[in-house]
């Protein structure tokens, strides 16, 4: 008996040792080397945050029979129709050709016989001249998107084609002195595409010299470090990926030095958890370690009711974000319309535009309830009918087929949206004179 | 005998199972005050069907979450909690919404909300004037939804809100309230006479009900009438 009880005590006495060595209290461990914060030379940088900025998002993914490419209609072409003809197209809005200087013939053709033309943005001066617009009316700048499944090493022309579309942007952005910053978009990632997003990143800030002060001064930094965004974590859409595969990429993209600031694009509902969001509130503690949140709006409400919906998310979000000591970019869109890319003529026009009354209640509604920047969806998005860039009015639209094309209202100039979104980065940038009413040219 | 057997047995029963039962009563409660962040003022509530303060116990699960009601004045005092740490988060507001938190509750444990209300009634004056009770106010709102309706609430209680009333003075607005408005309400008196008697006193308080989801109205501090 006696035997037990010194075998139970000596038991014990192992058991507390092991546990209190286990603590870390051992001295000999050595501790890990503090890394000291990266600081970076912002002497020249023109835009040191994205606070009061009016950024919007560039796609950049459409391609041109004839381009240097050599990717035929890319993102034009609906291949669930068979193409680009008339009758089948990916595209709901026409870009105004206008002003192009390098311009394909497309399959289309006006009602009076003439062709039809298009741009690619893998030719400098198409780009060139999307950043021209930009200056000449106000807007900040744009996010250059990155669809990994299009830049992963299995898919070398789409990375050859958005790296060209990127050197383009950084030369205009430059050249323009507009805002510029890299968005890498998960969707359809698998955990694999997500990690893999540290090795493009890491060769773009190489191979373009992204950080160099002098070469990139508009390069958008923020929190004293340069600016990427990575969207579409949170999603409850039945994605590979999950929010670990994300946080572990964010992990390693800020490193210990903290290299980065990360803007995270995120489920509309993502402070409650509710309807598309992911119900885990590891969201929430990557958020935390991310220093921008942008909810995804577009589609989550229109003209009529989106005071309702977007007035408390917008309140609540503000108050989280504020509380959290994280930046908040809310989300803008002129307007929807995917008929084209989903064949159903019923989606022309599904969220309308109303001539700029829905964007600008959006912008004001941001701006009233205290949000201090915003992020435009998009530029060039044609396919789902959100582009701000100049487009072909109603009645000067190629014919197709037993299809439509739809345009920017007849009474408007094709350049409303671009317009329109220039005023709302005077009423950010804090020009007086501004309400809910949209302004009159 | 066996009756007198089964009793005994029965009462040994119940006495043993008594004393199993028999665990500390709740001796922890959980109060506080919800708090307008600008103005520092008390954010008046609804007695009955107002906001409502959501606690969930840990170390349980499934754990059916509890509810307690907070008094007209924007305090609440719920003092029959079991110590534990709760998640706390106010619910069905009528404020910006707010992040639920994890709180230690021990003892008489205080909690205060810093809230923004998604309305303000400011220069609010309710005045009696021959036969009618006159309120005038400003809207203020914090958040860029409409404002569904305004109204003016009569009740002998204290505690008069919209779902507690005798008599009610509403107007729809489903409208951004402009702040520079001056908003009235009036109650007839005469016309109410069945509910409102001449002789005796009763409280009038303004509320406005903004167009988010289940939220709840936001009010000015009643006042005394004497009619």
């Not at chain 1, 929190?223 to 859409?237: E, R, S, T």
């Not at chain 2, 409208?175 to 309400?185: F, K, N, R």
Request: with cysteine; glycine share 8%; charged share 20%.
């Amino acid at each position: 008996m006696k035997i037990f009880r010194i075998a139970a005590l000596a038991l014990a006495a192992y058991l507390v040792l092991a546990c209190s060595k286990k603590k870390g209290d051992d001295p000999t461990t050595p501790l890990p080397p503090e890394v000291e914060e990266v600081v970076y030379d912002e002497s020249g940088c023109l835009y040191t945050s994205y606070n009061n900025l009016v950024m919007a998002g560039y796609q950049g993914w459409f391609a041109a029979e004839g381009d240097a490419s050599q990717r035929g209609w890319y993102h034009y072409r609906n291949g669930n129709c068979g193409g680009f003809m008339p009758g089948c197209s990916a595209v709901d809005f026409w870009p105004d050709m206008q002003e192009y200087t390098q311009t394909y013939k497309s399959p289309f053709r006006f009602a009076d016989g003439s062709d039809a033309m298009l741009y690619s943005p893998y030719d400098a001066s198409s780009v060139d001249l999307h950043f021209k617009w930009m200056k000449d009316y106000g807007i900040d700048g744009v996010f250059m998107q990155r669809f990994v499944v299009e830049i992963k090493s299995s898919n070398p022309s789409g990375k050859r084609h958005f790296n060209q579309v990127l050197q383009n942007a950084l030369a205009a952005a430059r050249k323009y002195d507009r805002a510029i910053s890299i968005m890498y978009d998960l969707s359809g990632c698998t955990p694999e595409d997500v990690a893999y997003v540290e090795q493009d990143w890491n060769e773009l800030v190489s191979s373009f010299d992204l950080f160099n002060n002098k070469t990139h001064p508009t390069y958008v930094r923020h929190n004293k470090k340069p600016l990427v965004a990575i969207w579409g974590v949170g999603f409850n859409d039945n994605r590979k990926y999950s929010i670990a595969n994300a946080a572990a990429l964010i992990d390693k993209m800020k490193g210990p030095s903290k290299k980065v600031s990360v803007l995270l694009g995120v489920p509309y509902y993502w402070r409650s958890l509710g309807n598309d969001t992911e119900k885990s509130p590891a969201l929430h503690d990557l958020v935390k370690k991310t220093d921008i949140v942008m909810p995804w709006a577009v589609g989550r409400y229109n003209n009529n009711n989106y005071a309702n919906i977007a007035g408390a998310e917008l309140a609540g979000d503000i108050a989280w974000c504020r509380n959290n000591n994280i930046g908040y970019v809310p989300l803008v869109f002129p307007g929807f319309s995917w008929g084209n890319l989903r064949n159903d003529p019923s989606l022309y026009n599904s969220i309308p535009r109303l001539k700029g009354e829905f964007l600008w209640k959006q912008v004001a509604g941001a701006k009233m309830s205290g949000a201090g920047s915003l992020y435009v969806a998009m530029f060039d998005e044609i396919d789902e009918g959100t582009a701000i860039y100049k487009c072909a009015r109603e009645g000067e639209l190629p014919l197709h087929g037993d299809m439509k094309f739809v345009g920017i209202e007849a009474d408007l100039p094709s350049d409303h949206y671009l317009w329109l979104t220039g005023q709302a980065a005077n009423w950010f940038h804090g020009q007086q004179g501004y309400s809910v009413q949209q302004p009159v040219r | 005998m066996n009756k007198i057997i089964i009793g005994i047995a029965a009462l040994c029963l119940t006495l043993a199972s008594c004393e199993k039962d028999n665990y500390d009563g709740p001796d922890s409660g959980l109060t506080g005050r919800f708090i307008d962040a600008e103005s520092g003022q008390l954010v008046e509530q609804d007695i009955i069907r107002g906001t409502q303060i959501e606690i969930i116990e840990h170390g349980y699960d499934p754990v059916t979450p509890q509810y307690l009601i907070v008094k007209t004045d924007g305090t609440y005092e719920n003092s029959m909690l079991f110590s534990n740490t709760y998640t706390v988060k106010p619910v069905r507001g009528n404020f910006i919404n707010v992040e639920a938190q994890e709180v230690q509750i021990t003892g008489r444990t205080t909690l205060d909300f810093t809230v923004t209300p998604y309305i303000r009634i400011t220069n609010a004056s309710i005045t009696r004037s021959g036969d009618k009770v006159r309120a005038t106010f400003n809207i203020e709102q914090n958040v860029i939804n409409n404002v569904k309706k305004i109204g003016l609430y009569a009740h002998q209680d204290a505690r008069v809100g919209e779902p507690m009333r005798q008599v009610a003075a509403e107007q729809q607005l489903n409208a951004v309230a402009d702040p520079a408005h001056q908003y009235s309400l009036e109650i007839d008196v005469p016309s109410n006479s069945s509910v409102l008697k001449s002789g005796r006193a009763y409280y009038f308080r303004i509320g406005a009900l903004i167009d988010v989801g289940e939220a709840k109205l936001n009010y000015a501090p009643a006042v005394k009438v004497d009619l």
